[in-house]
């Protein structure tokens, strides 16, 4: 049974307009390399400094203008009303997140950003929230919109969920779960608790 939800935030529960080849360009970052990973391998502080506050401009500017995507309301309501712990876990800036929860009213106490834990794929984020919430990562679902939800997902041990928009990746076959839209999200939580609850 889901007895936690975690949430990646960008493309999942709000809007994202950021750049990604602007920014690979303004910071020298190959196509084929994480722009997070770039700007750790960087030869000097000074190089990463400069680096970083150009992807926090970025994410900053994006976050002025970010709404909710569809049937976000809806769902953290349905969430909230069943009292299923909820959190959100982004490779977003600090910033940035709490500019997009608060223009969008987003509820949720537990957000760890880039600034908290290694950026996702790696799990540490997923499992600190596991034994904050005392479950068990395999009762606890994370839906995202991106191959690194998915693989952080997968690396905590938990069930991964993709929203992928009605735009099918390549690489969705390795998620749990695969729905269009958040809509959609809420019909399949509630299904599931109908079967799963006594």
């Known amino acids: 049974m889901i007895q936690g939800i975690i949430f990646d935030l960008d493309g999942t529960l709000v809007e994202s307009s950021l750049d990604f080849s602007l920014i690979r360009q303004q910071i020298g970052c190959p196509d084929d ?5 770039h700007v750790e391998s960087l030869g000097s502080k000074e190089l990463q400094d400069k680096a970083n506050q150009i992807i926090i401009e970025h994410e900053n500017q994006d976050a002025r203008t970010a709404k909710a995507l ?9 969430i909230e009303r069943q009292q299923i712990p909820c959190a959100i876990v982004t ?21 760890l950003t880039r600034e908290c834990y290694p950026a996702k794929p790696a799990p540490d984020a997923l499992i600190a929230i596991a034994t904050q919430w ?7 679902m994370y839906v995202g919109d991106y191959l690194y939800d998915i693989q952080a997902a997968n690396n905590a041990g938990m069930i991964a969920c993709f929203i992928n928009h009605g735009i099918e990746a390549h690489y969705q076959h390795l998620s749990d779960i695969i729905v ?3 809509d959609e999200l809420l019909t399949i939580i509630k299904q599931y608790r109908l079967k799963k609850t006594p």
Not at 33 to 37: M, P
Not at 92 to 102: R, V, W
Request: net charge positive.
């Open 91 to 111: 490779r977003n800036s600090k910033a940035a997140s709490e500019l997009k929860l608060t223009q969008n009213k987003i509820n949720i106490d537990t957000v």
């Open 33 to 37: 390399i994480d722009v997070l990973k």
């Open 180 to 182: 269009k839209s958040l």
């Open 134 to 140: 005392q479950i068990e990562p395999k009762h606890i």
């Open 70 to 78: 569809a049937g976000m309301a809806v769902l953290l309501s349905f």
